[in-house]
């Protein structure tokens, strides 16, 4: 098979460094062929602090990742995240020639350029543009309008973007193992490729990816992204709590809040749970309880106002899907539905299609992702060479995006 069928994903997370390896079959079909991981050091709140020690972590996943999947990695899909990143939605006008009336590929790039004059932070660059919805002379959501007669082009556009310099520092790790990067691509964008089918995307739905130092969400209105962000709170948080409170080793407060800890406070047993390796130390589990139902509680609403406030919550018709490590915390739906006032889909309820199926465990969300972006990306792009793919990535960062 061509060496174009092969793409690998690449997440440096807070927990872990994830590299999976996955074969695109003619039918559309992915076969995941390896996976390389190692546990994360030089990463605070998804962002590279030590690009050294990154590189180190990285190094190991990858020899890990070929000698699994028999593949040498010379490219990478590499997912990014961080509280810098945001998002926003605008819509671009034009007209349409009198003389023409049809509309061209040539108009489409003109108004997504319209469409994403909007002013940044000085300091940002743009990671994605994502076509919302387009009108035609007052058509609502015409779904590809070229060829159309119109005298009236209009676009609606997600865009989301990052501090240049945090996405470059990440991108300049990477290359120095060295490896390519093939693009830039926000988490939960990837994570929704196979956590959300066409008709949770349609129905209306939020995933929200809980991971160890950050938590990524996306929303989709009637088919199109409306909304997504990150907030640097995730699983560790819980844990660095459990730690400061009880007085404990962080070890022995991450396995406390895996093996008896929750998130919710209903119907909590009353009962005093020995603390490991602490001398006969105890705490009730009430109290375990209530120190993850507060950082929970944190997070979970300062995801669900801003779009309760823009009305979004009230279109969720297929509920909220939760994924990432975290994800998997016990209460979490229960305290996740209390919240936003919406039904949370459980793990696995989704219709999940191709590599998902291999991967339940939803950490690897992000990571199995980003190979059905890179598949469906290259779809929808002619063939070019590596130095046009590499000159338009460096367009995306500093400027430019899909």
Known sequence: MAASNIYVGLEIGTSKVCMVVGEVRADGAIKILGVGQHPSAGVRKGEIVDPDTVQTCLHDA????????????????????????????NRGTIRVADEQMEITAEDLEEVKKIARDVPLPKENGYIHSIIQHYFVDGQEKVLNPMGMLGQKLEAD??????????????????????????????????????????????????????????????CFVDGAVVASGCVAVGGDH???????????????????????????????????????????????????NQIMNARINELLTVIAEPLRQQGYLDKLGKGIFLTGGSSLMRGLDQVTEEIFGVPVQKSGSAAM??????????????????????????????????????????EKIFGGGK
């Open 238 to 288: 819980i844990t660095n709590d459990i730690a400061l409170v009880l007085k404990i080793p962080l070890t022995r407060a991450e396995k406390l809040k895996v093996a008896h800890g929750s998130a919710s406070l209903r119907n909590v047993e009353r009962r005093e749970i020995t603390i490991e390796g602490e001398a006969g130390k105890k705490v009730e589990q009430e109290m375990l």
């Open 157 to 218: 556009y997600h865009i989301v973007h990052g501090v240049k310099t945090r996405i470059q520092n990440a991108i300049k790790c990477v290359r120095e193992v060295p490896l390519e990067v093939e693009d830039i691509v926000f988490s939960p964008v990837a994570a929704a490729q196979v956590v959300l089918n066409r008709e949770a995307k349609n129905e209306g739905a939020l995933l929200i990816d809980i991971g160890g130092g950050t938590s990524d969400y996306i």
């Open 353 to 394: 299609s191709g590599p998902a199926a291999l991967f339940e465990n939803p950490q690897y969300a992000t990571p199995v992702g980003l190979i059905r972006y890179a598949q469906l990306l290259d779809e929808q792009r002619p063939r070019r060479g590596a130095l046009s793919k590499l000159g338009e990535k460096f």
């Open 62 to 89: 990858l020899m890990r990742a070929e000698e699994r999947s028999d593949v040498e990695v010379n490219t990478v899909f590499l997912a990014v995240t961080g509280s810098h990143v945001q998002s926003l939605n």
